[in-house]
């Protein structure tokens, strides 16, 4: 079992910045990927950004080049730095984390990121 905790998040003016972080207890088999999606309301939930246990990373085309994933194997965290933040930004953002032998997924709670001035 893998429990996911977020911090982070809040209400960012257009063009700010933010983070976002999760920190994963649990044992977290590898391989794994460790990512952050995303959920706008009225909307379906997309992938964000992840990054796998050997780093290799991608991005969902809209955040690419604003958007940064990092993770910490020892510690078992993911973090997301969001820049040059667009009011299309706003959604709920979660993390997850998949174990990709054992075919399981976990999911945070949620945090909220609002973009508006």
């Known amino acids: 079992q893998v429990q996911l905790v977020e911090s982070g998040g809040g209400l960012v003016q257009p063009g700010g910045s933010l983070k976002v972080s999760c920190a994963a207890s649990?044992?977290?088999?590898?391989?794994?990927?460790m990512g952050w999606y995303r959920q706008a309301p009225g909307k379906q939930r997309e992938l964000v950004a992840g990054?796998?246990?050997?780093?290799?990373?991608n991005y969902a085309d809209s955040v690419k080049g604003r958007f940064t994933i990092s993770r910490d194997n020892a510690k078992n965290t993911v973090a997301l730095q969001m820049n040059s933040l667009k009011p299309e930004d706003t959604a709920v953002y979660y993390c997850?984390?998949?174990?990709?032998?054992?075919?399981?997924?976990?999911w945070g709670q949620g945090t909220q990121v609002t973009v508006s001035s």
């Open positions: 990054v796998s246990s050997n780093s290799q990373t």
């Open positions: 649990g044992t977290m088999f590898s391989p794994n990927i």
């Open positions: 997850n984390v998949q174990l990709v032998s054992l075919h399981r997924e976990y």
